[in-house]
């Protein structure tokens, strides 16, 4: 199951994002890491960056935010999709550490 998400990341990131903004409908949603490199393996995770103005200071509530998306999406229990939950200003380290990109190039994909 986690290869056929690897293989197909674009669907299911789609079906995610939908979940995302009615969850958090101020979202914006970004893909990163090797599967917008176009270098994914089996192993590999999908980097999902969620951007909102309505995310929880609280580690806890955001691990509960964490967990509503997930089970509203209907992820299976080992999925390889990592969600980075930020607020705005958390989004910048985001965005620089993401080296050379800039919102909506090749290795920071904005989806929503």
């Known amino acids: ?35 917008v490199k176009g270098e994914a393996t089996a192993g590999s ?11 929880p200071k609280s580690g806890l509530e955001r691990a509960a935010l964490k967990v509503k998306i997930e089970e509203s999406a ?14 705005e200003e958390e989004a910048e380290w985001y965005f620089k550490r993401v080296k050379g990109v800039e919102r909506g190039e090749r290795r920071l994909k904005h989806i929503r």
């Not at 995770?45 to 995310?55: E, P, R």
């Open 45 to 55: 995770d999908i980097d999902v960056l969620i951007v909102s103005k309505s995310v």
């Open 74 to 87: 209907a992820l299976p229990p080992y999925h390889p999709f990592e969600l980075h939950i930020v607020d």
């Open 1 to 35: 199951m986690r290869a056929e998400i690897i293989e197909k990341w674009r669907e299911y990131v789609a079906k995610l994002a939908a979940t995302v903004k009615n969850v958090l409908p101020d979202s914006r949603i970004y893909v990163f890491g090797s599967v």
